[in-house]
């Protein structure tokens, strides 16, 4: 009997298909007809549309940028500002996060009880409370400092006021950026010659002679740039000029209650995590290292840590998320940060819909950029026999 | 389906503006009540007290209407409305009339289907120091750091004010009221602004007002007006000439001590104002005794600022722009005859 031939529609691949194609057109459709409405009703109200206003003058002031801003720059350079802000405290609150909480994770499983007990009341205490009151309470602190007239002084030239931390910093001039530019150049050139000396070390089982000349190369080698180009590396020392100070670097009390806030609260889950990274890993690895005689620190750093780190950095890549995206209650303690900026813009321009998409696509691209990163880190630290052969 | 829904809107809107067309004054006049649209909160224009008894320069012109149609000045039910709610309650008819702080611009007159009565306040946007700082002008805050929120025009005025004068300044922007001038008390920023009957409600609140000043440059320009709806003619030159005559009163120099003397009067202005030469009542549909009533009931405009706002209230405001033309100010009356 010959078989009848199934009709497409039977065969349950080409239905997964179909059922497949046709939720994406449903759902490209509805999106297609949100974006026709709300443009459709922004016109029919007279409201404008587009980025054209990126382009425009902003009109209000910046409390710290890193590059120069005026109120006569764009919403553009604005939003680069504030973009930037983000950045800054994101990127600082990230690396200061993940050494505060590999520290506290390892603290907590210390044989020593007061360090294990601070560390675990540290770690519940921080992350039961929510991490705006603890905003709050960070700036709170800062901003009874004393004032800018009676900052305090502890060194020369560095001041401690309700205005925020202010450093001597050197002026950047044009030999001085040449130098900065240079220094990848000599980084690169000590990386390799590190490895030319390990390589030897490991062929011959000791040292050679002026090994230690490799350390050199990085004073050495930033000396004698500074002196070809001529960088005099002034330093730029604060001083009081009105009631702000002008010159030299600043942190200001806003900058540091975010940064603070955000790496106490984050590394508490960090520390969690760090600690579940450790206790995976197996006791007899570290009994075995232990019976050829390794020292306790030389455990932790050879043998625990880098099998620890399989299993700590994926959550660790979504904490460091969470702090990128918490960064945005920056504007409950006056940091002007990209969220901030963006709803002046979208205030004064009464582009809602632009500067919140600006919003999202620049959170999202940071994001994906971040898992990325620690993705293709993650994948270097897999063992390279696991079972996906 | 879009058709269907405009058509739906337009017939509801259509149904809403004929209740309301010519209605509003008819409306209250048989009710027996004003409804007035009022600020959840905000010292000096209107504020209720632990009894619900609400007080306030805005409140006052609102209970001014009330006894010009209705002869009573309690006869008035305060509705409460946030920045969001006040002009949807205004539109939709919850209240007749908008006595909340709300500036006068061409966009809000033409786009929202209202109408202006005449300005009860005129404020701006100010900045406020503490004391002992020795500022005296805006012009001497070079440099220094000032407070705000963030997502105003207040943002940018400041910003226009230092430009055009040549100075550099560092803004520090707060989102929460409370936490804004928290952090203005701790002396993180020098000075902090917004509107100055503002500065001068949160002044009244710190623990010690009077280590703060609020310097005299306005730097924009904020005229707060009651609001009607459009469509009742009537209904408008009532509430118009209401705040008219707390204004007239004070120019003719009738305050609510003096009225009973005053309808003795032989000047023919104070005459036709008071009703003793009936004509004004008439022309407004009201009591001819209506601008006798309010004056002696709550008073003149001077009366009305003196007891919310003046020198002797927390809020210790200066007349300012809010003095009679005779005296450098912007209030001024046309003529009741």
Redesign the interface.
């Known amino acids: 009997m010959a078989e009848r031939p199934i009709a497409f529609w039977r065969v349950p691949e080409v239905r997964a298909v179909i059922y497949q194609a046709s939720a994406l057109a449903a759902l490209a459709a509805l999106l297609a007809f949100l974006a026709y409405?709300a443009i459709d009703n922004l016109q029919k109200q007279n409201i404008a549309t587009g980025f054209a206003f990126l382009w425009k003058e902003s009109?209000?002031?910046?409390?710290?940028t890193l590059i120069p801003y005026s109120?006569?720059n764009s919403y553009g350079r604005a939003l680069l500002v504030g973009f930037l802000n983000t950045l800054k405290v994101a990127g600082l609150g990230i690396v200061l996060t993940v050494v505060l909480g590999t520290l506290l994770g390892i603290a907590r499983l210390s044989r020593n009880g007061l360090v294990a007990g601070l560390a675990a009341g540290y770690v519940e205490l921080i992350r039961n409370v929510p991490v705006l009151l603890q905003l709050?309470f960070w700036?709170?602190l800062f901003?009874?400092l004393p004032?800018p007239v009676e900052a305090l002084q502890p060194v020369s030239g560095v001041f401690l006021c309700?205005?925020g931390l202010m450093l001597p910093f050197p002026l950047l001039g044009t030999p001085e950026l040449w130098v900065l530019a240079s220094l990848p150049v000599i980084i690169g050139l000590w990386w390799w010659a590190s490895r030319r000396t390990g390589a030897r070390r490991e062929l011959r089982g000791r040292e050679g002679p002026g090994a230690w000349l490799v350390h050199l190369i990085l004073p050495a080698g930033l000396l004698l740039v500074s002196l070809a180009v001529g960088a005099s590396w002034h330093l730029d020392v604060p001083v009081l000029?009105?009631?702000?100070f002008?010159g030299g670097a600043s942190l200001s009390?806003?900058f540091g209650t975010l940064l603070f806030g955000l790496v106490i609260y984050t590394g508490a889950f960090v520390a969690e995590i760090v600690r579940a990274g450790i206790l995976s890993v197996d006791q007899g690895q570290i009994e075995a290292a232990k019976s050829i005689g390794l020292k306790g620190s030389h455990i932790l750093r050879l043998v625990v840590l880098p099998q620890a780190l399989r299993v700590i950095i994926p959550p660790l890549t979504s904490q460091m998320l969470n702090l990128t995206k918490n960064s945005s209650l920056a504007?409950?303690?006056?940091y002007?940060d990209l969220v901030?900026v963006a709803?002046?813009t979208l205030?004064?321009t009464g582009q809602a819909i632009e500067g919140i998409t600006i919003i999202m696509i620049v959170y999202l691209a940071f994001s994906l950029l971040t898992s990325a990163f620690m993705n293709w880190y993650n994948r270097r630290r897999t063992l390279r026999t696991s079972w996906r052969r | 389906m879009?058709r269907v829904t405009a058509l739906v809107f337009i017939i509801v809107l259509a149904m809403v503006c004929s209740s309301f067309a010519g209605e509003t004054f008819e409306a209250v006049k048989k009710r027996g009540q004003l409804i007035a649209g009022v600020n959840t909160g905000a010292p000096g224009f209107s504020m209720p007290d632990s009894q619900g008894n609400w007080s306030g320069l805005d409140v006052d012109v609102a209970r001014a209407i009330a006894t010009a149609l209705l002869g009573d000045p309690t006869k008035v039910k305060f509705v409460p409305l946030t920045s969001q709610q006040r002009f949807t309650a205004l539109q939709s008819g919850e209240v007749d009339v908008l006595c909340r702080q709300t500036t006068v611009t061409l966009s809000r007159d033409t786009s929202l289907g209202f109408e202006f009565a005449p300005v009860v306040y005129y404020d701006g946007q100010g900045i406020m120091v503490p004391a002992d700082?020795g500022v005296k002008s805006a012009r001497q805050l070079?440099?220094?750091?000032i407070?705000m929120l963030?997502?105003?025009?207040t943002?940018?005025n400041?910003?226009?004010y230092?430009?055009s004068n040549g100075m550099k300044?560092?803004?520090?922007?707060?989102?929460?009221k409370d936490?804004l001038l928290?952090?203005f008390v701790?002396?993180?920023c020098?000075g902090i602004t917004s509107d100055a009957s503002t500065l001068a409600g949160m002044r009244a609140v710190t623990a010690d007002p009077a280590k703060y000043v609020i310097l005299p440059e306005l730097i924009s320009k904020e005229p707060l007006a009651t609001a009607v709806r459009q469509g009742d003619p009537q209904w408008k030159d009532l509430v118009y000439w209401t705040v008219m005559a707390l204004i007239e009163a004070e120019d003719l120099g009738i305050t609510s001590k003096n009225v009973d003397e005053m309808l003795k009067s032989d000047d023919p202005n104070v005459q036709r104002f008071l009703g003793v030469t009936p004509g004004n009542g008439q022309a407004l549909g009201v009591d001819e005794k209506w601008a006798y009533n309010i004056i002696k009931k709550i008073g003149n405009y001077a009366e009305i600022f003196d007891r919310n706002l003046g020198p002797s209230t927390p809020m210790k405001l200066d007349r300012n722009l809010n003095k009679l033309y005779k005296q450098g100010g912007l209030l001024y009356s046309p003529p009741f005859k």
């Open positions: 409405t009109a209000f002031d910046i409390g710290e109120p006569l709050f700036y709170a901003r009874n004032g309700n205005r000029q009105g009631r702000n002008r009390p806003e504007v409950a303690v006056g002007p901030s709803n002046t205030n004064q | 879009r700082m070079d440099n220094h750091t407070c963030p997502g105003t025009t943002e940018r400041v910003a226009d230092f430009r300044f560092k803004p520090v922007l707060i989102e929460s936490e928290n952090t701790a002396g993180r020098d």
